[in-house]
C-alpha cells in the first residue's frame, strides 16, 4: 500500500529565506507527483505536477525535483513571502489515476 | 470560466440522518473523486468515477455511496450519517484516466458536522 510521509509537519521562517519541504513515498511504481497548496478554509491548487519520467519543475519561484528510485521529492520555495504562508500538501498518483496523499506541511512566513 | 462547485458548504446534521452533498464541475471532466481531510490524516479517497454509470470505492467507502448519472454531477451520500464523519469533504476532477498525465483540480469543500 502506498504511503506518504511530509516531513516537518510545521515550519517557521523568516520572510526572505529559502526553506526546503520534503515528500517520501514507499511504492516507486507512481505516474506522477503533484505538489498542492491549501489556503485556510480552501481547496487545493495545484502547483507543480511531475510526471513519472522527469526529474524536476519550476515554477515561478517554485521548484520540485522527484527521485523516484529513492521514493522522494522536494519542494523548494526561493525568498519566502508572508503571501507563502498556508499548508503544502504532495501527493503521488498510482494506478486508476488515484492520488495518494502526504498529511502535509504547515507554513508560516513570517513578515 | 470552467469549474467545479460544491453544495452545501457547510452542513451540520444529526445522527442517523442522510446527508447528500452535491458536486457538479463544467470542465467535461471524466474523471471525479470524493475525499474527506481530517488533522493528522490528509486528504482520503472516498469513492470515484471514471464516467457516467461508473463508480469505485476508494479506501474510506464504508457509510458512503455516489451516483454519477451524467458527466457534471458526482453527489456523495451518507446513508445514516455518523460522527466519525464528521469532516471536510473536496470533490475534485481530472481529465486522463490511464497514466496518471491529468492535473486534478479541487472544489472548495464542504464542512460537515454530525452531532
Known amino acids: 500500500k502506498q504511503e506518504v510521509t511530509q516531513i516537518p509537519a510545521a515550519l517557521s521562517v523568516p520572510e526572505g529565506e529559502n526553506l526546503v519541504l520534503n515528500c517520501s513515498f514507499t511504492d516507486s511504481a507512481i505516474y506522477n507527483l503533484q505538489w498542492f497548496r491549501q489556503d485556510p478554509g480552501k481547496g487545493l491548487t495545484s502547483l507543480l505536477l511531475?510526471?513519472?519520467?522527469?526529474r524536476e519543475q519550476t515554477s515561478g519561484r517554485l521548484n520540485a525535483s522527484l527521485d523516484k528510485s529513492s521514493g522522494r521529492s522536494t519542494l523548494y520555495i526561493a525568498a519566502s513571502q508572508p503571501g507563502d504562508s498556508a499548508t503544502y500538501l504532495c501527493a503521488v498518483t498510482v494506478y486508476g489515476n488515484k492520488l495518494v496523499f502526504g498529511a502535509g506541511t504547515i507554513l508560516r512566513v513570517k513578515s | 470560466d470552467a469549474e467545479i462547485t460544491q453544495s452545501p458548504r457547510h452542513k451540520i446534521t444529526e445522527t442517523g440522518r442522510q446527508v447528500t452533498l452535491a458536486c457538479h464541475q463544467t470542465w467535461n471532466h471524466n474523471n471525479m473523486f470524493w475525499y474527506r481531510q481530517d488533522l493528522g490524516h490528509g486528504l482520503r479517497l472516498i469513492h470515484y468515477s471514471y464516467g457516467v454509470q461508473d463508480t469505485n470505492k476508494g479506501e474510506v467507502s464504508d457509510g458512503y455511496s455516489v451516483s454519477r448519472s451524467n458527466t457534471e454531477d458526482l453527489p456523495l451520500t451518507l446513508e445514516s450519517a455518523a460522527s466519525s464523519q464528521t469532516s471536510v469533504y473536496f470533490c475534485a476532477s481530472s481529465w486522463d484516466r490511464e497514466g496518471g498525465t491529468g492535473e486534478l483540480f479541487f472544489g472548495e469543500g464542504s464542512r460537515l458536522t454530525v452531532l
Open positions: 511531475i510526471q513519472s519520467s522527469q
